[in-house]
């Protein structure tokens, strides 16, 4: 792990990057968490707690709903499913993640070309 | 091996309800605490892949999974909701269920003790007419404690809206009742008459404002 994300940083991203999660098929708690560092290659580890607290509150705002699987050993899986409410609000926050990006970069890097030594 | 199972199971769940224990009951509670064991549950046995021993991958899924406080005051909210709830429906429900049964009595106290007077021939129509303020009594306290009472298909009305409902039936009957005993007394009609106007118009006159202020009261679905 070379860098790191602040909290502030990743906060806003939190939902969206859920959301990108569960538009690849329905999936729990522990499943999409592991789906996380994976997709981060090992780099970023979102925590359980933060997500269990973003399930329920994306729940309420209905931009995911839930079933309980049925597995018969080791106890029922909560699943989470994207609904189209929560579709248009990923879409929405990836364009606007574009923008942001772009933005950000010239902010942070940029300079009018007299500040080189 | 299974009594191994069992033994993290437990484990897992004592750690859960240890976390919960002052959050009051709810049926979200009962599902997120069903949630939170499935899955650390799942990541101790990853865990246990890596050579670790059953205690440690313990505590090391539990420490990983960050700090639940949010989620553990969210859960006292909810908890203090439900109790909050459950205790004023029973409340309700169970003066309402008083009220309709006190009511009932006093109707039929009311209409007993006037049909036994009725058949006592030497008593004069004044007297029989007298006791029927019991049937009123009954009439309004029924009226209060049917309209406060949730049902399957309707929230309970207010409580000041179900007293003022309550007391425009009582107005109306006891504008009968006044009529009636006026009548019996004097034996001339516009004195009953005048006696029973003024209740009579006050009471059709509130009955009429609840009836075309009350919002809906049906439960959707």
Redesign the interface.
């Known amino acids: 792990m070379g860098g790191k994300i602040s909290t502030d940083l990743i906060r806003g991203h939190t939902v969206t990057i859920i959301l990108n999660i569960l538009r690849h098929g329905d999936s729990y708690g522990y499943d999409i968490y592991k789906q996380i560092i994976a997709l981060s290659d090992q780099q970023y580890e979102l925590k359980e707690a933060t997500l269990y607290t973003a399930f329920r509150r994306m729940e309420k705002e209905g931009y995911i709903t839930s079933y309980w699987g049925d597995e018969t050993q080791g106890g029922r899986r909560k699943y989470y499913r994207i609904t189209d409410e929560g579709e248009e609000l990923y879409q929405q926050n990836r364009e606007d993640w574009g923008f942001a990006k772009e933005i950000l970069e010239k902010l942070i890097k940029g300079g009018f070309g007299h500040d080189k030594a | 091996m299974i009594r191994h199972k069992k033994d993290l199971d437990r484990k897992i769940q004592k750690y859960i309800d240890g976390l919960f224990s002052d959050v009051g009951e709810s049926q979200e509670l009962f599902?997120?605490k069903?949630?939170?064991?499935?899955?650390i549950?799942?990541?101790v046995m990853d865990f246990k892949k890596r050579d670790m021993t059953e205690d440690e991958a313990l505590k090391e899924a539990i420490i990983?999974?960050?700090?639940?406080s949010?989620?553990v005051n969210?859960m006292r909210e909810r908890g203090r909701d439900a109790a909050k709830k459950s205790v004023y429906s029973s409340m309700t429900a169970r003066i309402s269920a008083a009220g309709v049964i006190a009511g009932v009595l006093l109707v039929l106290f009311g209409m007993f003790v006037s049909a036994m007077l009725y058949f006592m021939k030497a008593i004069p129509g004044i007297a029989v007419a007298g006791p029927s303020i019991f049937i009123i009594c009954g009439v309004i306290l029924l009226t209060y404690s049917i309209l406060i009472r949730e049902t399957k298909k309707k929230f309970g009305m207010n409580k000041i809206r179900s007293g003022l409902y309550a007391l425009s039936a009582g107005l109306i009957l006891f504008s009968l009742y006044a009529g009636l005993t006026a009548r019996l007394a004097t034996g001339e009609m516009y004195v009953a008459i005048s006696s029973s106007m003024i209740f009579v118009i006050v009471g059709i006159g509130l009955w009429l404002g609840l009836l075309l202020t009350g919002n809906d009261r049906k439960k959707s679905q």
């Open positions: 599902d997120l069903e949630e939170l064991t499935t899955n549950k799942e990541k990983s999974i960050g700090d639940l949010g989620l969210d």
